[in-house]
């Protein structure tokens, strides 16, 4: 069992930055491919942006945050990072954390992630 933690999330004015951390409790991080997921209010879960453990860690991203938000990883410290530049009030939506051990094309699907966070809410204002 992995316990995602996430954190760094807040109120925020168009055009900011804020930057999430997922921490996880896993001796064995640097094997998941980690990615961040977002829900809105009345909308469904979507795919923000992912990290993979292979290839150096190749990264994938929605195109509504492509350019504008960067996903890392620190396997030293167990901790993924999902930084959100030039927010937009449409980014607001509470951010989760999700853990994959599975191999994906894209890992842009939910079924993709064994373990998920609580989640982070992150409010932009216009």
């Known amino acids: 069992q992995v316990q995602l933690v996430e954190s760094g999330g807040g109120l925020v004015q168009a055009g900011g930055s804020l930057r999430l951390s997922c921490a996880a409790s896993?001796?064995?991080?640097?094997?998941?491919?980690m990615g961040w997921f977002r829900q809105a209010p009345g909308k469904e879960r979507e795919f923000v942006a992912a990290?993979?453990?292979?290839?150096?860690?190749?990264?994938y991203y929605s195109d509504s945050v492509k350019g504008r938000f960067t996903i890392s990883r620190d396997n030293a410290k167990n901790t993924c990072y999902l930084q959100l530049n030039d927010l937009k009030p449409e980014d607001t939506a509470v951010y989760y954390c999700?853990?994959?051990?599975?191999?994906?094309?894209?890992?842009?699907?939910?079924?993709?992630?064994?373990?998920w966070g609580q989640g982070t809410q992150v409010t932009v204002s216009s």
């Open positions: 990290i993979s453990w292979r290839g150096g860690g190749t990264s």
């Open positions: 999700a853990a994959s051990t599975s191999y994906s094309r894209t890992y842009s699907s939910q079924s993709d992630y064994l373990y």
């Open positions: 896993t001796l064995t991080f640097s094997s998941y491919t």
